[in-house]
């Protein structure tokens, strides 16, 4: 009898136990949906809100931490303006999980974030603080792989950092990309603790592997691609020529990595309106572009290699574009586009210019 009281109470226990953590897994998951969809500042912060919720009612659980501080990992990548403070920020609230990880697992966890956090404070200022956070980022994941040897992430967050700095000295990508391929083989063979464990970073190394490829065949027939061009006109917005005179701005982008989709370029004027606009079919990795009746005066050209055909600019979690883009006077930005003067030029005549497409 006694024994069946005893299991009887165990039992009783057991239940209220699971049912007090039942609301907590499902707070979690809830959020870590909210995460997962992220794709902008405004919700990368509502889903810092989330598990800044969670850890007020569980604060001896180190996970809610960790993923609010990755939320505002992601949000310094995104919000140049505020880099440095939500990237202090998640530092601040990521110390709060690191005395809450006990297994080697988890401690690899925290370790990749902070390589993650170091990362976020070296784009703010790449040129000052290039040697100095690539440095602390490159220790912190090697910190990871030490604890856990088996973390993709850790893994992962490494191959990137040696790739930025190889895109820094325009220096071949190749075996970095065989080495993200080699991973991404391996990947699954890792196995979270739980469900609410950390497991991204898959979709991230496919970007990596599919994005970075070389030249491919040439997919649309000649007769297509007149049909496409002809469609793709008629989305010209024509500026009336103001003056007795009307000049022609004609573009050639060559060496395009494939030809898959579509250039779209944008004509603006020197207030930075735009003006026209060109959507062009990409044959033997090349296109040329032609504005007309354009007054004399002051413009600006950009434009994406848009190989999804989507019409908008692909970014990975971190905001770093995943597909190629240029702007006149090949200008470019230190970590984002660049100033809006340096992509203007001057208008007296027909002028013809060559650009050069950025893949990152």
């Excluded at 998951?29 to 569980?58: C, M």
């Excluded at 990595?257 to 779209?264: H, K, M, P, S």
């Excluded at 979690?317 to 001057?346: V, Y």
């Amino acid at each position: 009898m006694k024994n069946l009281i005893a299991i009887f109470a165990l039992f009783i226990f057991s239940s209220c136990s699971f049912a007090q953590a039942t609301p907590y897994q499902k707070a979690m998951s809830k959020a870590l949906g909210t995460l997962r969809a992220a794709e902008t500042p405004v919700a990368l912060q509502k889903a810092s809100n989330q598990f800044q919720r969670i850890a007020k009612l569980k604060p001896n659980e180190w996970l809610p931490y960790y993923y609010q501080s990755l939320a505002l990992t992601r949000m310094s990548f995104r919000d140049k303006e505020r880099g440095d403070e939500l990237a202090d920020e998640a530092q601040r609230i990521l110390e709060m999980a690191q005395p809450l990880a006990k297994d080697a697992k988890d401690k690899a966890e925290i370790k990749t974030l902070q390589g993650m956090i170091y990362t976020a404070k070296l784009v703010v200022d790449p040129m000052s603080r290039g040697q100095l956070y690539g440095a602390m980022s490159g220790k912190a994941y090697q910190e990871a792989l030490q604890l856990d040897p088996t973390n993709p992430r850790a893994k992962l967050m490494a191959i990137q950092g040696k790739m930025g700095a190889a895109q820094f000295f325009k220096q071949d990508l190749a075996p970095f990309i065989k080495e993200t391929k080699d991973l991404l083989a391996k990947w699954d063979n890792f196995k979270p603790t739980s469900r609410l464990h950390p497991s991204w970073g898959k979709e991230m190394a496919e970007q990596i592997v599919s994005t970075k490829k070389g030249p491919a065949p040439k997919k649309s027939t000649a007769k297509k691609e007149s049909m496409k061009n002809k469609e793709a006109n008629k989305m010209d917005r024509k500026a009336p020529v103001t003056q007795k005179k009307a000049y022609s701005v004609t573009i050639h982008i060559k060496d395009l990595r494939n030809n898959d989709g579509v250039i779209l370029m944008s004509l603006q004027d020197g207030n930075k309106k735009t003006i026209q606009r060109k959507k062009v079919s990409i044959q033997n990795h090349e296109v040329k572009v032609q504005f007309d009746g354009l007054a004399s005066g002051k413009y600006a050209i950009k434009y994406i290699h848009d190989e999804n055909e989507d019409g908008k600019m692909n970014t990975n979690f971190m905001g770093i574009p995943k597909e190629g883009f240029g702007f006149a006077n090949d200008a470019r930005g230190s970590m984002g586009p660049p100033d809006f003067e340096k992509t203007t030029f001057k208008l007296s005549k027909d002028l013809e210019m060559t650009l050069k497409t950025k893949y990152l």
